[in-house]
């Protein structure tokens, strides 16, 4: 009979052996030592995606990854060609890979568009990957196009056609208006998904000049937009209401075809007046709840993973007022092939029989197509052991040698399947991959699994022993499964022992033991019960368990199925929960759950609180000390101690706890050493040799811990060799020819006894030598000198006194000191990014020159000079650091159109190594500084003269210069904005033309072929008319006006005093009775609308900037103060606004009529006039 097995390599390492004909598999891990010595034909790991779209901006990365014993080595085919790598510079291969990596910088990405396959070869057979197409992602610009405006009359349907470019991938369509906002869809205004945006009837609302559509290339982050479409609505001739009907699809039905997996997208938009509502029907079935959804307002039914079962009549309904419309879509599912099983890898030993078999399915039914090491199997040679029966291949009798790679293509016009299958011929000697001596434990009554994984070829028979006699035969109660494990259906005590697995083939044996262990169950023996507690009384639940002794037991405590409230009145015991203080809060359902490494049990109780019964107070203190400690059982390694409690003082003592003194080691230092229940009286004290012990006892209740009791009697123990080893023991080399081996000291408790010394040993890693040793006393370190540089040790220390040595210590790996590198990098390239950007590759160095652990790389690159300047002028230099086993690295923030050199240098932990040769490179050109100055210069009224200085950085070729200029006026509001375009070689210009009395702000920033650098800003203000100026008087200034102010200040005091005077003997104030005897018309007040006096007016030629505040006189009034003197001035009558008649009576000046009052009016200072644009 033949026997078919086949082993499978996945990504997690694992082997899979089938046994037998067509029997279940065995998984295997896949570990080097496995794996040492076996031929292995390749087997791709890793590829690109079969439909590849590129950034033209980005160089090109085809993944190829494969793996085989021996390597295997790696070629290309383009469009069905050889794709000759080395005689193109701009492809790279990776070393140890297929992986291409093509530079496309200063190429155009469509030379390297077309179909690549990888081909992976050794000396046992030829994987190939996918065909992977290489496309450059496309967005084309949109055709320029005349919109005419769209006139449409209120209430009839409407679409906006936006017909996007055809990009690759797709664009991503959206609307938008001028201000980049989107348009706000809803049942009546939706986009579809082909991008039109379709309206079901129009509002007058609806017409605006700024309907533009965009379309957003994600591959290329880039947005375009059509022309904006103007759309008018009319109402001359509005449209009445009417039944809903289809916009699209256009008719009763439509057909739409869908690929199984994919997504499914049905679109039903109606239009109608009122706006229609729109719904779904399957009508052959009900619509996939679990995997669609509806969006854009229901007019689109999407459907995700689409299956066969999805095919069918999909109903979309409209429906409004007046009546419903119908459309049917009909939805056929086609597939791409897709696996139903992949051929899988065969090992087989020589003679024996293997099937592959390529199980796919498609709609259409794909075709099937064999080959081997990527040959036709129709044109490659002929084989009598093999035989092609359509999804099969059939290997009879299969000869040592015979190994290949199988590729099965299954296609259709929906696409392709590819998989490679290899044929490994074997003759290999049983191993047992189970690691020996493993324990299983199992709780009595549920069933055991004993592992017995083994490799060979041909495949390994497994036999099974109890207690190394016994032979197991496949019955009850055992199973013997294919992949050799051994179950134990009801696993009971008498099923516990040793078990031995023997693996055999005609090539060999062997053998490996296991041991099961059989526990008993967990049980909780007294549950806790059902409790009634009165408010601030204390609820004790016990929750008793029984568990097999060899299993460490933990208790949890459940409050409702949660955790317990973290509040301190809960008490958790190893039996036992207390609540102290019990309030309302604490009612509910509490559950024990014991829980060992194997099982668990749990029982659950309910709490119920009642109001307090009144008590008299009760004083709770912390408990006296105990008494009378007593020694007893004393043994070399252990004692026990015996006391009395104190009193409790009204609160139960919790625990005690139990400290000891060291007098020969730490005398006066007392230590926790272990802690008993409340209830408890007695405690077993483990001990250490060699300690002279003194005991003492706390106890401790909820007030708090009692007094220590008085010290027991001194206890002795004998010394004794070490039980225990120095920790945290490693090796270090600090120089390169030395080995530092250092460990943490043993405590003098932990000696066990006088004499304490460490005993060192250590020996060369994968050398033959035998150990070397030191002993050494009263150290934590010891130096090992003469060792080559860096390479692994192992190390041990064993603590040794007077009588005798401790257990034998673990060997730890250590490391002989580092020395600094020995070569420099190799292979360095630089691929320039941008103008501040660039990357850096090189090969990685031997780790034989490493001399040390690898910590990364150090690139230290430094500007040259600009590609502007001829002589250098180096900058400083700066360094990046890569750690690890790196292979590239960026250097950010470089400066555009400028040399610059690098190198690189290998770091370990003892430094640096010597760099690579310098390596140059040149960033391309950038967008410049900004200009190193501005200046304003020859202020006229009209004109003015601007210098300014090249930028400090160029970063590249200037091009010329742009300046742009504009008036403020005083409220800061900006003005047309004037530009002007200067070339690179000019620094000066006059402005003319310009307004006098005028503030110019101006925008100024230099450009290369990149583009415009950043702005810089000046100011300046036109001067004033020269006869503007010479109007302009400073009043106060002038001493008449001076002397005129105080005298008329004098008056009115006096007037003041005389009407108070007055007041006092019931007179009457002079000026009201002028007042009420004469209205003098020249007095007027000031009107409420724009401040100025009687029917004054300024010219034209005068007129306040926006903003100022200016008296009618034509004199700019002082913003800071309403009192200046500035404003008592001649013609200023008009600033006495809140008692002008009082001030017209006795101010002692004549008015001036009108036309006095215009030839007197002053020009606006130039300070005034300025401080009315601020």
């Known amino acids: 009979m033949d026997r078919k097995r086949k082993w499978v390599l996945n990504s997690g390492a694992l082997l899979v052996i089938f046994l037998g004909r067509m029997t279940t598999g065995l998984e295997v891990p896949l570990d080097p030592k496995v794996l040492e010595g076996l031929p292995q034909p390749p087997t791709i790991t890793h590829q690109s995606s079969k439909d590849f779209i590129i950034d033209p901006r980005e160089n090109i990365l085809i993944y190829c990854e494969a793996k085989g014993k021996p390597h295997p080595s790696f070629s290309w085919t383009r469009n069905g060609t050889h794709f000759d790598v080395e005689k193109d510079s701009k492809v790279l291969m990776k070393p140890s890979s297929g992986t291409l990596v093509i530079d496309i910088s200063g190429e155009k990405a469509e030379a390297y568009e077309g179909i690549y396959q990888c081909t992976a070869r050794n000396e046992h057979g030829t994987a190939v990957s996918n065909n992977i197409v290489i496309r450059q992602s496309r967005s084309p610009l949109w055709s320029k196009e005349r919109k005419e405006a769209i006139m449409v009359q209120v209430g009839v349907s409407l679409v906006l056609q936006c017909r996007p470019p055809a990009g690759l991938p797709p664009p991503i369509i959206f609307w938008m208006d001028n201000n980049f906002q989107r348009l706000p869809q809803n049942t009546r205004v939706s986009q579809a998904l082909n991008g039109d945006l379709y309206f079901s009837n129009v509002l007058l609302d609806d017409t605006r000049n700024d309907y533009i559509c965009y379309a957003r290339f994600p591959h290329t982050q880039t947005i375009q937009q059509k022309q904006p479409i103007t759309v008018k609505v009319l109402d001359n001739s509005p449209s009445g209401e009417r039944r809903p009907s289809f916009m699209a699809p256009p008719g009763r039905s439509s057909t739409q075809m869908a690929l199984r997996g994919g997504v499914l997208e049905l679109e039903c938009i109606a239009e109608g007046l009122p706006t229609p509502e729109v719904s779904w029907y399957k009508e052959s079935g009900d619509l996939p709840s679990s995997r669609m959804s509806f969006h854009n307002f229901q007019k689109t039914l ?106 099965c293509n299954a296609s259709n016009e929906f696409g392709y399947l590819l998989a490679n299958a290899f044929v490994n011929v074997l003759a290999e000697a049983p191993r047992v991959l189970t690691p020996p001596n493993n324990v299983y434990q199992v709780i009595t009554n549920n069933p055991a699994f004993l592992d017995c994984a083994s490799f060979g070829s041909p495949i390994p028979t497994i036999t099974w022993f109890k207690d190394s006699q016994t032979s197991i035969l496949n019955r009850d109660p055992y199973v013997i499964h294919n992949n050799g494990t051994l179950e134990i259906n009801v696993a009971q005590s008498l099923n516990s022992g040793k078990y031995t697995c023997i693996a055999s083939n005609n090539l060999g044996t062997r053998e490996n033991h296991v041991y099961l262990e059989v526990k008993e169950p967990t049980r909780i023996l007294a549950q806790p019960e059902y409790m009634v507690v009165q408010r601030n009384r204390k609820a004790v639940f016990e929750c008793k368990v029984k568990h097999d002794p060899t299993l460490i037991p933990t208790m949890n405590w459940l409050k409702d199925n949660g955790e317990l409230p973290d509040d301190e009145r809960f008490l958790v015991d190893t039996d036992s929960l207390t609540i102290n203080d019990v309030t309302e809060e604490d009612e509910g359902t509490y559950t024990c759950v014991m829980n060992t490494t194997l099982d668990q049990d749990s029982a659950s109780a309910m709490l119920t609180v009642v109001e307090a019964t009144p008590t008299p107070a009760i004083v709770y ?129 932990q000696s066990n006894g006088p004499g304490l010394q460490y005993k060192v040993n250590w020996r060369q890693k994968d050398v033959e030598e035998d150990w070397s040793s030191e002993t050494v006393a009263n150290a934590s370190k010891y130096v090992v000198s003469g060792t080559p540089t860096f390479v692994p040790y192992e190390v041990k220390v064993q603590a040794v006194n007077d009588y005798g040595n401790g257990p034998a210590p673990e060997a730890v790996e250590g490391y002989s000191g580092e020395d600094v590198p020995m070569s420099a990098p190799e292979s360095v390239q630089v691929l320039v990014q941008n103008g501040t950007l660039a990357e850096v590759h090189w090969e990685p160095v031997l780790t034989s020159v490493v001399r040390g652990r690898l910590q990364g790389y150090k690139v230290s690159y430094w500007r040259e000079r600009s590609l502007h300047q001829a002589e250098a002028q180096q900058e400083e230099q700066q360094v990046l650091a890569f750690s690890g086993n790196r292979t590239d690295g960026r250097l950010p923030g470089l400066k555009p159109y400028s040399l610059y050199t690098l190198n690189i240098r290998v770091v370990n932990g003892k430094g640096e190594g010597p760099p690579s040769p310098n390596h140059n490179f040149e960033t391309p050109e950038g967008v410049p500084g900004p200009p190193s100055f501005l200046r304003i210069k020859n202020t006229n009224m009209d004109s003015l003269t601007l210098e300014w200085g090249p930028p400090q950085d160029n970063n590249g070729r200037l091009t010329g210069y742009t300046l742009k200029y504009q008036p403020v006026n005083s409220s800061n509001e900006l003005g047309p904005v004037e530009e002007m375009m200067f070339p690179a070689n000019e620094t000066t210009v006059i402005l003319s033309d310009l307004k006098y009395s005028t503030r110019y702000k101006f925008y100024f920033n230099a450009k290369t072929i990149k583009g415009s650098g950043p702005t810089i800003t000046e100011e300046a203000v036109t001067i004033m008319d020269e006869a503007m100026k010479s109007n302009q008087v400073d009043l106060a200034t002038q001493g008449w006006f001076i002397g005129l102010m105080c005298a008329i200040a004098l008056l009115i005091l006096v007037l003041l005093i005389i009407c108070f005077i007055k007041r006092n003997k019931g007179g ?64 200023g009558d008009g600033q006495f606004n809140e008692d002008g008649s009082f001030i017209g009576q006795y101010s002692g000046k004549k008015e001036k009529d009108t036309h006095e009052g215009n030839e007197s009016s002053e020009a606006p200072s130039p300070v005034n006039a300025m401080n009315s644009f601020v």
């Not at 999805?310 to 696996?339: E, M, Q």
């Not at 004469?1078 to 029917?1095: A, L, N």
């Open 302 to 407: 999407k459907i995700a993973d689409v299956m066969e079962a999805d095919a069918g009549d999909y109903r979309c309904t409209a429906k409004n007022s007046l009546g419903s419309a119908h459309h049917i879509i009909k939805v056929n599912v086609k597939a791409a092939p897709f696996w139903i099983s992949a051929p899988r890898n065969l090992i087989l030993a020589p003679k024996e029989t293997g099937i592959l078999t390529c199980r796919v399915s498609g709609d259409p039914k794909p075709q099937i197509a064999w080959s081997v090491n990527g040959v036709p199997i129709e044109d490659s040679p002929k084989d009598m052991s093999r035989k092609v029966e359509d999804a099969t291949v059939i290997l009879s009798d299969v000869q040592t040698g015979s190994s290949a790679v199988y590729q």
């Open 621 to 749: 203190e912390e408990p006296d000390p105990p008494t009378d400690l007593e020694l007893t059982d004393q043994r070399e390694r252990s004692v026990q101690l015996t006391w009395i409690p104190g009193d409790e003082h009204n609160s139960p003592t919790q625990k005690f706890l139990v400290q000891y003194e060291d007098l020969l080691h730490q005398a006066g230092v007392w230590h926790n050493l272990t802690e008993e229940e409340g209830t408890k009286t007695t405690a077993h004290l483990d001990l250490s040799p060699y300690a002279y012990y003194s005991f003492r006892v706390l106890a401790v209740n909820h007030v708090g811990y009692s007094r220590p009791s008085q010290p027991s009697r001194q206890y002795r123990t004998n010394p004794a060799a070490p039980d225990v080893n120095p920790t945290d023991v490693h090796g270090v080399g600090t120089e390169h020819n030395n080995l530092v081996i250092s460990w943490k000291e043993l405590t003098g408790l």
């Open 1068 to 1131: 009457k104030y002079p000026v009201k009775e002028k007042e009420d005897a004469h209205h003098d018309p020249e007095i007027q007040p000031m009107k409420d609308d724009d401040g100025t006096f009687g029917e004054y007016s300024d010219t034209e030629d005068h007129k306040p900037l926006k903003g100022s505040r200016t008296p009618s006189n034509g004199t700019v009034k002082r913003d800071d103060s309403d009192d200046s003197l500035v404003d008592y001035g001649e013609g």
